[in-house]
Nanobody, 123 residues
């Protein structure tokens, strides 16, 4: 059984950077991992993902260039580095895991989810 726990959320100003981490218990070495986010009143959407062997990462087109995903299989940790944050980045950020080699942008493809961490970006 895999359990995921995000950390690192908080309140920042527009233009700031923030790093989110996702710690896994249970082996996720062979899992493709991803970040999703859910803004208030909106659907949960794909931020980006990385395969178990490090291929990728793949990002949502709208976020390319500002966000960076990495993973450390030895530490069972997934990281989301967010730069030049904007108010529209305000959301609860979730990490998720799935079997299979390719990150999927669909929430239903992921079996394991963390509880989420809130990021608030203000002007």
């Amino acid at each position: 059984q895999v359990q995921l726990a995000e950390s690192g959320g908080g309140s920042v100003q527009a233009g700031d950077s923030l790093t989110l981490s996702c710690a896994a218990t249970g082996s996720t070495v062979r899992y493709t991992m991803a970040w999703f986010r859910q803004a208030p009143g909106k659907e949960r959407i794909f931020v980006g993902g990385i395969s178990w062997d490090g291929n990728g990462p793949n990002y949502a087109d709208s976020l390319s260039g500002r966000f960076e995903i990495s993973r450390d299989n030895n530490k069972e940790t997934l990281v989301l580095q967010m730069n030049n944050l904007k108010p529209e980045d305000t959301a609860v950020y979730y990490c998720a895991g799935r079997t299979g080699r390719t990150p999927s942008p669909q929430t239903y493809d992921y079996r394991y989810w963390g509880q989420g961490t809130l990021v608030t970006v203000s002007n």
